[in-house]
């Protein structure tokens, strides 16, 4: 196995400072569809000249990058080990040079490890095994602001008359969407997961903001819903930064899950117009970030 903590680095800048054309797509669709001269307006047009800015200056999208979430898909025989201890090279290699901000602190001394390495936890690696021989690396830089508006339900949930259906997920969803009021940088993802237990739920609420803006569910019912929910959220009136307008959320992607008969768990984690993620795949020598 090569040593990838070069690969694991470029990876962390290209996410840190290069958005995914899907979302800025999204951005500067949502820019012209705002009011001219709006707050609104103002504010996607504010955004959008950051993100171009970043990209030719390879600087951080946002002067908070977050929690660093891998999702690491690798083929039989691989070690979980050293790619862990690669990945939090790179991590603190990244944050030397500034494609992140110091964000780790023990939250017992309140002291910041300086490098953004924590405990086990900091930064966030998964590790699933795959058939073939490719490792594929999924990369989420959450930022911590959309993190606090994140929220989960339990259903029944009577002070929303949510029941255990999708009309109740509709509900919460909404709820949270109104609640967060344009807090966590709006316009923004949603990212839901419908079942689990509440550790995995919130897991497959994170899970489901990889898919593509433009990549529709698999399943055309939860297609449809997600649209729906995308609809209705920006009814809300919300708008960019909470400032009103149209746009509230720039998409919404759902999750389901089994669950126990006796929890019925809605996750919602929602993310910021920054929504830096990528992916890096291994082939033998050959290296890509599509
Ligand atoms: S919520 Fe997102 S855009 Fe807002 S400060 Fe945090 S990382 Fe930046």
Same mark, same amino acid.
């Given at each position: #196995? ?16 290069? *958005?995914?054309? &899907? ?7 949502? $820019? ?14 504010? /955004?959008?000249? %950051?993100?171009? *800015? ?20 690798? !083929?039989?025989?691989? +070690?979980?080990?050293?790619? $862990?201890?690669?990945?939090? +090279?790179? /991590? ?8 992140? @901000? !110091? ?12 490098? %953004? ?39 029944? &949930? ?7 259906? #999708?009309?109740?997920?509709? =509900? ?27 550790? +995995? ?6 899970? +489901?903001?990889? $898919?593509?803006?433009?990549?529709? %569910? !698999? ?14 959220? %920006? ?14 959320? *720039?998409?919404? =992607?759902?999750?389901? #899950?089994? @669950? ?18 990528? $992916? #890096? ?10």
């Amino acid at each position: #196995m090569d040593d990838l903590t070069s690969a694991f680095l470029e990876l962390i800048r290209l996410t840190s400072t290069d *958005l995914s054309p &899907d979302v800025e797509e999204s951005l500067i669709l949502a $820019r012209d569809q705002e009011a001219a001269g709006s707050a609104a307006k103002s504010a996607l047009e504010a /955004v959008l000249q %950051n993100v171009a *800015l970043a990209r030719e200056q390879s600087t951080p999208i946002c002067q908070d990058t977050g929690t660093p979430i891998f999702y690491v898909q690798h !083929p039989q025989g691989w +070690s979980t080990r050293k790619l $862990r201890e690669q990945i939090r +090279s790179a /991590v603190a290699a990244a944050t030397s040079l500034a494609y992140l @901000r !110091p964000n780790a602190v023990d939250a017992i001394s309140g002291i910041n490890s300086g490098n %953004n390495l924590g405990d086990e936890a900091f930064p966030t690696i998964h590790f699933e095994e795959i058939e073939g021989e490719e490792l594929i690396v999924d990369l989420m830089l959450k930022g911590g602001g959309c993190e606090n508006v994140g929220a989960q339900y339990s259903l029944p &949930d009577r002070r929303l008359a949510a029941g255990r259906d #999708m009309e109740g997920v509709r =509900k919460v969803v909404l709820d949270a969407v109104y609640k967060a009021q344009g807090k966590g940088c709006a316009p923004g993802v949603l990212g839901v997961a419908v079942g689990g237990d509440r550790g +995995s739920s919130y897991y497959g609420s994170k899970e +489901s903001l990889f $898919r593509k803006l433009d990549e529709p %569910n !698999p399943d055309p019912d939860l297609d449809a819903f997600e649209e729906r929910l995308t609809e209705e959220a %920006n009814r809300l009136g919300i708008g960019p930064m909470g400032f009103g307008g149209v746009t509230t959320v *720039l998409g919404t =992607k759902i999750k389901g #899950m089994h @669950r126990l008969p006796a929890s019925f768990f809605v996750s919602v984690s929602y993310m910021c117009w920054a929504h830096r993620r990528r $992916r #890096m795949v291994v082939h033998g020598s050959d290296i890509q970030y599509p």
